[in-house]
C-alpha cells in the first residue's frame, strides 16, 4: 500500500529558482525508502514537501492516495498522526525547559489523541532503551544519542505509519550511530522509515529502496541492492566512492 507519493513535483522557493523538478516517489508501508544527494540536491526540501511543511509549486503531494489538503482539518489530523519526523540536531530540537514527559507526550497531546499518556511515555521510553525515570529529567541531562533516543520515543509514541528521518545520526559519533541504526531498524518491524541522508552506506542499512537526488532531480531509483551493485548513474558512483565506510558492529 503506498503511504505517501509524490507525483511530478516541482519546487521553488519564493520566486527562485526550481530547487525541486519533476519528482515522482512512492513511499510504501513496509519498504523503508532513502532519499540519499550531495549538500544543496533538495533531500530537505523534499522532506518539507512529505511532512507537508511545504506546498509543491506543481503537481501533487498525496497521502493514502489522497491528495494533501491543508484546508481539510480531519484529513491533516490523520496525517499528522500517521507521518512523525525526526531531525538531524538532537540539541536543538528538544525543547529545553521541558521535561522529557512533556516531550514525548507532545504528539498525544497536540494530536489529542485519547490514550493513557504516562503508560504511552513509558512504553515509548521502553521502545528506545531509555530508563522510565528519564521522563522526570531535562534534555541537557542526557548525552547526544539519548537525546536522539528522546526524539525517536516522541515520534514514535503516537503509534505513526511512517517516520521521516533526516539526517538523524550525523551528529553522533560512530559507536553511537551504530547503535541508534539497529534501534531504528528494530523499530522498522513495526513502522515504516523514510531515511533522507547524504552517506548512502548508513541508508543501504536501514532501506530496501533507494532515491538518488542530484540538483534536485531523481537520476536513480529502485532496489538498494541493485543500486549499490550496480550504480547506473556516474553520481551514485561518485555518492557511493565518497562515502565513508560503515564502523564494524559493536
Ligand atoms: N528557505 C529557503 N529559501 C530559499 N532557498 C532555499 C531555502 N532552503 C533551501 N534553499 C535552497 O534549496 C536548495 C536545496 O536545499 P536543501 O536544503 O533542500 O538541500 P539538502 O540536500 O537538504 O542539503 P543539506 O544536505 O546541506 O541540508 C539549495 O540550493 C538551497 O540553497
Do not use: W
Given at each position: 500500500m503506498t503511504l505517501l507519493a509524490l507525483s511530478g513535483v516541482s519546487?521553488?522557493?519564493?520566486?527562485g529558482s526550481r530547487v525541486l523538478q519533476d519528482?515522482?516517489?512512492?513511499?510504501?508501508?513496509?519498504?523503508?525508502?532513502?532519499?540519499?544527494?550531495?549538500?544543496?540536491?533538495?533531500?530537505?526540501t523534499m522532506l518539507k514537501l512529505l511532512l507537508g511543511l511545504e506546498r509543491a509549486s506543481s503537481g501533487a503531494v498525496s497521502f493514502r492516495g489522497e491528495r494533501l489538503d491543508a484546508a481539510n482539518r480531519g484529513f491533516m489530523r490523520g496525517f499528522r498522526r500517521s507521518v512523525q519526523a525526526v531531525f538531524q540536531d538532537p540539541y536543538s530540537s528538544l525543547d529545553p525547559r521541558q521535561r522529557?514527559?512533556?516531550i514525548i507526550a507532545e504528539p498525544l497531546r497536540s494530536l489529542k489523541i485519547e490514550t493513557d499518556i504516562a503508560a504511552a511515555?513509558?512504553?515509548?521510553?521502553?521502545?528506545?532503551?531509555?530508563?522510565?525515570?528519564?521522563?522526570r529529567r531535562y534534555?541537557?541531562?542526557?548525552?547526544?544519542?539519548?537525546?536522539?533516543?528522546?526524539?525517536?520515543?516522541?515520534?514514535?509514541?503516537?503509534?505513526?505509519?511512517?517516520i521521516i528521518a533526516d539526517e538523524v545520526v550525523s551528529a553522533l559519533d560512530l559507536t553511537t550511530r551504530t547503535r541508534i541504526i539497529d534501534l531504528l531498524r528494530s523499530l522498522s518491524a513495526r513502522m515504516t522509515f523514510v531515511v533522507v541522508s547524504h552517506d548512502i552506506a548508513l541508508v543501504a542499512l536501514l532501506c530496501e529502496r533507494l532515491v538518488v537526488l542530484e540538483k534536485g532531480r531523481i537520476v536513480e531509483q529502485g532496489a538498494t541492492r541493485d543500486i549499490?551493485?550496480?550504480p547506473a548513474h556516474p553520481y551514485t558512483r561518485q555518492l557511493l566512492a565518497s562515502t565513508p565506510r560503515m564502523p564494524e558492529r559493536v
Open positions: 519546487f521553488s522557493y519564493g520566486r519528482i515522482d516517489l512512492a513511499v510504501e508501508a513496509g519498504s523503508n525508502l532513502g532519499i540519499v544527494g550531495e549538500s544543496g540536491s533538495g533531500k530537505t522529557v514527559f512533556d511515555v513509558e512504553q515509548a521510553l521502553r521502545d528506545v532503551d531509555l530508563p522510565a525515570d528519564a521522563a534534555p541537557h541531562e542526557f548525552s547526544g544519542g539519548q537525546r536522539q533516543r528522546i526524539a525517536i520515543a516522541r515520534a514514535i509514541v503516537a503509534n505513526p505509519d511512517l549499490l551493485a550496480r
